[in-house]
């Protein structure tokens, strides 16, 4: 065969596996987006509908509950929606706040057994959550930390607190130390010293690890579910209570679960570039 | 404030946390593994010492092993495949082509996700009566297929597993294919060495350690595996696909069993802290980590 035949061939092939590839992985979301769309008739549909009359119907009635003959009345899903955002958020920012502060000296000093103290650091979020769920349920209980919201935002801060300090830690790692240097030889303190000139260079980092920290809190089931109560429920919790049901009603389930990813699908576009580095800790750095 | 202060000063937020949250749990829960307790606190029940007599108990339970066996199952079976797939996937992407940056990220979408959702929409997708997976299986001559039964149970949520983190093998073996020097391959090619013999001699010796690095966090994730499993399969039907952490939960949770879902907690916990050491020892390798540290467009 020709040469630039067979490459052209191979060529072909490989274009062909990646355009298979990148169908198998979209299509279960595409499907549970379409899904969502689609009226009640049409989700149950054998053969199933590829092309169908678009319907908004779900997503009202994730927000809307109608009852024959009754007046529509507001649904949970919202009060859900907003202590998922609010405990995610909360948490990030004490989580990164905290994390900023340790990666700094991290960075920056020299500290008595500092690799063991990273380490320990890193260890933490290797753990089984499984191991210490029963005692911090316990701990909740006693403490009265069930169903409130600092129990699950602090519950979140330790979940995220090792991957701030190590994401961050590698950003200020990046950062020469000369900056600082030259500005406390300008007369400044340590501290004004880092905010003024360190902390504008690694801020565009310590946002992305923000980003990663807040999908971690966002998609946190089983300690939400164990800890959290009516009040402070959020998304994921409310998604599982499907568990077991047979009269699923899809229409509502399908549409909530597409808000709910949403928001990380669109922020896994805007992460790319940090993707390696966020999902390996930092260690591995792209 | 004098930096020999001020140093300790900015970790005592982050320490503290831990401590509060991780370690003394941790050391609470050891100390339970070692009473006769139940959570069903409500009727004040006093914990009884009983010394070794849980872990006795979880050694000596056969179902125990069971979970032992359904999770090594699923590991093995979920883990091989994202490393076979993770590493073919990473050859297709390897070379720039048009649209290379938007396949990609399409393809690592879905470890993005929570696993409790993907659980929830794989539930739709496995539907026997109305899901499409079931649906395709019969148009490639697979009627009537049934995932919830004692067969296949494992395979499924394995595959669900193999959709959600083979991205995650993907993304590291690039990442190392990336790091390769490329003035090796074009030495490689004056030499007119074979496509094997390149691979052999420089592309596997330097993405050796990430490919361990990225089994052994698998591995470790697998033994974890919770979220997805329990909105799929509630490890059933009956106790077909109860993993580990399941059956801690339910030791716990449903028959409150404190200190049996303690003690075997404990035994997890041992294993998963032998996985992170070996892990850390990689890690640790710095020459090899440097060479993937150069700048790598993705």
Redesign the interface.
């Known amino acids: 065969m020709d040469k630039h035949v067979k490459r052209n061939l191979v060529k072909g092939v ?2 062909f ?2 355009a298979i ?2 169908v198998v ?2 299509f ?2 595409y ?2 987006i379409v ?1 969502s769309f689609k009226t009640r008739l049409d ?6 509908k590829w092309v169908f009359n678009p319907t908004l119907t779900n997503y009202l009635d994730v927000f809307v509950e109608r009852r024959y003959g009754l007046t529509p009345t507001i649904t949970e899903f919202p009060k859900f929606l907003f202590n998922s955002i609010f405990i995610s958020l909360a948490s990030v920012a004490i989580a990164v706040a ?2 900023t ?2 990666a ?3 960075s ?2 020299e ?1 008595k057994g500092k690799d063991t ?1 990273l ?6 979020r ?14 909740y ?1 006693t403490l009265g930390f069930i169903n409130t919201y600092h129990g699950l935002i ?2 979140y ?2 979940f995220n ?2 991957f701030a ?1 190590w994401m961050t830690k590698g950003f200020f790692d990046e950062v020469p130390r000369e900056l600082e240097e030259a500005a406390m030889v300008d007369g400044y ?3 004004r010293a880092f905010m003024k000139a360190t902390l504008p260079q690694a801020l565009t980092g310590i946002a992305a690890t923000a980003v990663f920290c807040l ?1 971690t809190s ?5 300690f939400a579910y ?1 800890t959290s109560g009516f009040d402070t429920r959020t998304v ?1 919790v409310s ?2 209570r ?3 049901e047979s009269g699923i009603n ?1 229409g509502i ?2 549409a909530s ?1 597409v808000i ?2 949403l928001p ?2 669109i ?3 805007l992460m ?2 940090y ?2 580095r966020g ?2 800790f930092g ?4 | ?1 004098k ?1 020999q202060y ?3 000063l ?2 005592i ?3 503290f ?2 401590m509060f ?2 370690i ?3 050391l ?2 050891l100390g ?1 593994s070692f009473y006769e307790y139940s ?1 069903m ?1 409500t009727f004040a029940v006093k914990p009884v010492f009983v010394g070794l007599e849980n872990y006795l108990k979880v050694i000596t339970d056969p179902s125990v092993w069971h979970n032992f066996k359904v999770t090594a199952e699923f590991i093995a079976l979920a883990v091989s495949l994202e490393f076979l797939l993770g590493f073919g ?1 990473a050859q ?2 390897y070379k720039e ?1 048009r649209g290379r ?1 938007i ?15 993907v659980g ?6 496995y539907d026997s ?2 899901g ?1 997976f079931t ?1 395709m299986l019969s148009k490639v001559g697979i009627p009537e297929f049934r995932w919830y039964t004692y067969e296949w149970v494992i395979p499924c949520v394995a595959l669900v597993d193999v ?1 959600m983190w083979t ?2 093998m993907m ?2 073996i690039l ?1 190392g294919l990336t790091a390769v020097p490329t003035y090796l391959y074009e030495a490689a090619e004056i030499d007119r060495a074979s496509w094997w013999m390149k691979f052999r001699y420089i592309t596997l010796p330097t993405i050796k350690p ?1 490919i361990g ?1 990225a089994l052994l ?1 698998r591995t ?1 994730d697998a ?2 595996l ?2 997805a499993l ?2 799929l399969t ?1 490890g059933g039907p009956g106790n077909a696909s109860e993993v580990i ?1 399941l059956r ?2 339910r030791e ?2 449903q028959y409150f069993h ?1 200190g049996f ?2 003690a075997l ?2 035994i ?2 041992v294993i ?2 032998v996985l ?1 050491n070996i ?2 020892r990689f ?1 640790t390798r710095r020459p090899v ?1 440097a060479r ?2 150069r ?2 467009e ?1």
């Open positions: 490989k274009y596996l990646i590839i990148t992985y979209v279960p979301i499907w549970l899904t989700m149950f549909a054998m053969p199933p905290f994390g502060l340790a700094y000296s991290f920056r000093f500290l103290w380490f320990f650091i890193l260890a933490t290797m753990l089984p959550p499984i191991a210490v769920l029963i005692p911090i349920y316990l701990m209980r602090f519950l801060v330790m607190m090792a300090v303190s340590r501290m999908i966002w998609n946190e089931f089983m164990v994921p998604l599982a499907i568990r077991g899809w389930i399908t679960e709910y990813v990380v699908i922020f896994t576009f790319q570039k993707l390696l999902i390996t260690t591995i750095r792209k | 404030m930096d001020l140093k300790w900015l970790i937020p982050t320490v946390v831990l949250w991780v003394y749990p941790l609470w829960s339970l959570i606190g996937i297709l992407l082509f940056r396949i990609i990220t399409l393809i690592l979408i879905p470890m993005m996700l929570a696993p409790i959702a929830v929409f794989y539930r739709f997708i009566t109305f499409i649906y959709w991205p995650f993304l590291i990442a990430l690095i966090f470790m033994f974890k919770f979220d329990f909105i509630d952490s801690i939960y716990a949770f404190t879902a303690s907690s404990y997890l916990l998963i802290i992170t892990y850390l890690l980590m993937v540290e700048e790598v993705v």
